[in-house]
């Protein structure tokens, strides 16, 4: 029952009891009329609908920002239906264009069909169902019912393509690939020279060294093989720095989508690491379906504030191979130079890339002298953090996140080539 | 067309409302019930809270003064009237609410709807009127319809309270 028909039902009792109580036998008459319609809902038949339901989702999996066309399908195998609302119940945080909503007569036997357009940011959207409303067309009753229809919507997040790195782990993999593996062998980029022994390549030979020293001398190539790449996502929220339309940990999150696919189209192989609230790891491995397990990671990495993770102490550094590379993707603070440091000391080759916060931040704040000093003095404690972490032998990449990642990533390049 | 028979109505029950409360000496409560009722039917030009609240709030001060108008010897013909318009004007209101741009063929269906049971209870309450006196309600069925109609007022009431009150 509604509240419309709670209001008629009250004013038929107070009046009967008015009545009753002073005797009144035209307050009852008068009554009548109230009583009739507030009666209405018990003589009329309540229609059992019988419901089908059929959502789709075209495509289901997609990048961040792309369209998503849902269409939800609804025949009534039931009766005939005077006064029915649909609307479909969505996931929060998802952008619509289109009708969700349908409100009017359903026919027995007729389909309706809703059809409408979401985006998402990233990460994994759960359709319930459908929400049915049916009523009778003067509002006294009313049944309520959800349809249960699931569907997910898979929304990855938007990767860059990054011009060529160069990386320099200690330790390579047997696998030919692009990474200098500091071994002789097959290859393009000049080793080093030794004396000729029968079997190598006459087009190897170096007649300059040769003259010089009288001896038959053969140039080395360095061998180019496969590496493996341990990608880390800090998601600690205490370095997350929100707005109302953007935040950190996304420019995070598309780093690390884009330097995964960037190594795997390279060959290598990579595993990642997300630190956050719990400890979150996609085993190493290579491909497509790799990229597919990682993407579906950082479609699903939320922010975290589990005490124990608070500081990078706690990471797992036995989870890579030894000697490999370690791309770590955070903000970073002043005390996680020593755990880094130590990461470092333990042989693995580090790269950070470090999005801005203080640019980032910056954006927020109201413009006057004390923005301007808390700048400066928040800029020259990163930088100290920065030139720790430098000395220590990690490669760092300081990205401001209005540029694009590649050109952050080819400025450093530039800079370590100095 | 059922923005305009609600119109139609609520002049009717406003109209309905001065014959009640005129004779009976009560000029602010029929002038006051009577624009109220003017009220509603221009409701489509207030504002959405208003628009809102303006149909049970009608419906309850009509009930109010018609119930008065009764008990200070009003013609009991025009508070039937009264109750029956009162009640059409507030639920065209509702589904007007609830269904701005209905299609014809539901308002039809809709004004035929609410006409037979507004007529049978018209009816009832005006058939009610003519046989006044002739029925002697007995003291313990009385008592009991009392006792019940309160529990089920007291049970509906605090229903349709919003939690927490």
């Given amino acids: 029952m509604t509240g419309a028909w709670s209001l008629v039902a009250s004013l038929t009792l107070l009046l009967v009891l008015v009545g009753l109580v002073l005797r009144?036998?035209?307050?009852?008459?008068?009554?009548?009329?109230?009583?009739?319609?507030?009666?209405?809902?018990?003589?009329?038949?309540?229609?059992?609908?019988?419901?089908?339901?059929?959502?789709?989702?075209i495509p289901d999996s997609l990048m961040g920002g792309q369209p998503c066309?849902?269409?939800?399908?609804?025949?009534?195998?039931?009766?005939?239906?005077?006064e029915v609302f649909l609307t479909d119940l969505l996931p929060p945080d998802v952008s619509v264009e289109g009708n969700t909503e349908y409100y009017g007569p359903f026919r027995a036997g007729g389909v309706e069909t809703l059809s409408y357009t979401v985006r998402g940011v990233r990460g994994r959207y759960e359709f319930p169902g459908v929400s049915v409303t049916i009523r009778d067309l003067l509002g006294l009753s009313r049944d309520e019912e959800i349809l249960p229809c699931p569907g997910t919507l898979s929304v990855l997040p938007a990767a860059d393509h990054p011009e060529r790195m160069k990386l320099f782990p200690r330790r390579t993999r047997v696998f030919t690939g692009m990474i200098r593996s500091r071994e002789s062998g097959a290859g393009v980029e000049f080793f080093g020279t030794r004396g000729y022994v029968p079997g190598d390549p006459l087009r190897h030979l170096n007649w300059k060294a040769g003259a010089r020293w009288d001896l038959l001398i053969t140039n080395l190539f360095e061998q180019e093989r496969i590496a493996d790449v341990g990608i880390i996502l800090?998601?600690?929220?205490?370095?997350?720095?929100?707005?109302?339309?953007?935040?950190?940990?996304?420019?995070?999150?598309?780093?690390a989508a884009s330097l995964a696919q960037y190594?795997?189209?390279?060959?290598?192989?990579?595993?990642?690491?997300?630190?956050?609230?719990?400890?979150?790891?996609?085993?190493?491995?290579?491909?497509?379906q790799q990229r597919a397990r990682i993407m579906a990671a950082l479609a699903g990495a939320e922010l975290g504030e589990h005490a124990v993770f608070k500081e990078f102490g706690s990471l797992p550094t036995r989870l890579f191979p030894a000697e490999s590379q370690v791309v770590l993707i955070s903000p970073l603070r002043g005390e996680d130079v020593v755990p880094l440091r130590y990461l470092r000391g333990l042989g693995y080759r580090?790269?950070?890339?470090?999005?801005?916060?203080?640019?980032?931040?910056?954006?927020?704040?109201?413009q006057d002298g004390f923005r301007e000093l808390a700048e400066s003095i928040a800029r020259m404690e990163r930088e100290a953090t920065l030139a720790k972490l430098r000395r220590s032998g990690a490669q760092v990449v300081d990205w401001d996140v209005t540029g694009p990642l590649w050109l952050a990533l080819k400025g450093a390049a530039a800079e370590r080539r100095r | 067309m059922i923005s305009w028979a609600k119109r139609a109505a609520s002049a009717l029950s406003g109209g309905f409302l001065?014959?009640?409360?005129?004779?009976?000496?009560?000029?602010?409560?029929?002038?006051?019930?009577?624009?109220?009722?003017?009220?509603?039917?221009?409701?489509?030009?207030?504002?959405?809270?208003?628009?809102?609240?303006?149909?049970?709030?009608?419906?309850?001060?009509?009930?109010?003064?018609?119930?008065?108008?009764?008990?200070?010897?009003?013609?009991?013909?025009?508070?039937?009237?009264?109750?029956?318009?009162s009640l059409f004007s507030w639920n065209a209101g509702l589904f007007e609410q609830r269904w701005p741009q209905a299609p014809l063929p539901v308002q039809y269906?809709?004004?035929?709807?609410?006409?037979?049971?507004?007529?049978?209870?018209?009816?009832?309450?005006?058939?009610?009127v003519g046989w006044q006196g002739n029925f002697s309600l007995p003291f313990f069925l009385a008592f009991l319809s009392m006792l019940a109609g309160g529990v089920l007022l007291l049970r509906l009431v605090s229903q349709t309270l919003p939690k927490g009150w």
């Fill in chain 1, 24 to 57: 009144n036998g035209a307050l009852l008459a008068m009554a009548l009329p109230y009583l009739l319609f507030s009666l209405l809902p018990f003589w009329q038949s309540r229609p059992r609908p019988d419901w089908k339901v059929k959502r789709e989702l």
């Fill in chain 2, 18 to 85: 001065m014959a009640l409360l005129f004779p009976v000496g009560s000029y602010w409560g029929g002038a006051a019930g009577a624009a109220l009722n003017l009220a509603l039917s221009m409701a489509e030009k207030f504002p959405y809270f208003l628009r809102r609240f303006l149909p049970p709030l009608v419906l309850l001060i009509n009930t109010v003064l018609s119930a008065y108008g009764v008990l200070t010897g009003g013609l009991v013909t025009w508070a039937v009237l009264v109750a029956g318009l």
């Fill in chain 1, 69 to 82: 066309v849902v269409k939800v399908e609804l025949a009534n195998r039931g009766k005939d239906l005077e």
């Fill in chain 1, 350 to 366: 580090v790269l950070i890339v470090s999005p801005d916060p203080i640019s980032f931040e910056k954006r927020l704040l109201p």
């Fill in chain 2, 109 to 128: 269906r809709y004004l035929r709807r609410i006409g037979g049971i507004l007529t049978l209870g018209l009816g009832a309450g005006l058939s009610a």
């Fill in chain 1, 234 to 255: 800090d998601a600690r929220s205490i370095v997350e720095i929100q707005t109302d339309e953007d935040s950190l940990f996304e420019h995070s999150v598309r780093a």
């Fill in chain 1, 263 to 288: 190594f795997l189209g390279e060959g290598n192989r990579v595993a990642l690491l997300v630190y956050g609230n719990y400890i979150e790891w996609t085993y190493p491995g290579y491909g497509k």
